[in-house]
């Protein structure tokens, strides 16, 4: 989403509902990326995010209130479950966990755009047909007209 603002920015309903757990070897003490000091171990073999393993999950590297303008203080660091979970919408598939979060903050869920398919071959054919022309054709190649 490189020119369209990405929701997540504005939304955070992901990281004040669920648990945030993972594989422990994630953690920098385990040779990741996520800061250990703001996980909380939750078996021999996975960790969680702080303040997300409670009735009222909400994870300690979310900043800003839910629903408005947020960020993640850890984002460059954020463990798997965090890089892999997709926004409702995200290539025309509905997530039906996203549109939970964002519903227990009273947000609606986020509009689900349609791909067009268009074969491959039209395309190529669209291509072959168009007949170029312009500054570098003919008589004039090479020159600049104002």
Same mark, same amino acid.
């Given at each position: 989403m490189s020119?369209?603002?990405?929701?997540?920015?504005?939304?955070?309903?992901c990281c004040g509902y669920f648990r945030v757990s993972f594989y422990w070897a994630e953690a920098e003490d385990g040779g990741g990326n996520v800061p250990v000091s703001i996980t909380e171990p939750l078996t021999p073999f996975l960790r969680c995010m702080q303040g997300t393993n409670s009735g009222s999950p909400h994870c *300690?590297? #979310?900043?800003?209130?839910?629903g408005q303008a947020v960020s993640c203080s850890i984002y460059h660091n954020r463990p798997s479950p965090c890089r892999?979970?997709?926004?409702?919408?995200?290539?025309?598939?509905?997530?039906e966990a996203c549109d939970?979060?964002?519903?227990?903050?009273?947000?609606?869920?986020?509009?689900? *755009?349609? #791909?067009?398919?268009?074969?491959?071959?039209?395309?190529?054919?669209?291509?072959?047909?168009?007949?170029?022309?312009g500054c570098h054709s003919g008589a004039e190649q090479g020159t600049i007209a104002h």
């Open positions: 020119e369209i603002q990405n929701p997540c920015t504005s939304c955070g309903a *300690l590297a #979310l900043q800003g209130e839910i892999e979970f997709e926004q409702s919408g995200e290539n025309g598939q509905r997530n939970r979060a964002r519903e227990r903050y009273g947000l609606p869920p986020l509009p689900v *755009l349609l #791909l067009l398919s268009i074969p491959d071959t039209i395309i190529a054919e669209e291509i072959s047909a168009v007949h170029l022309t």
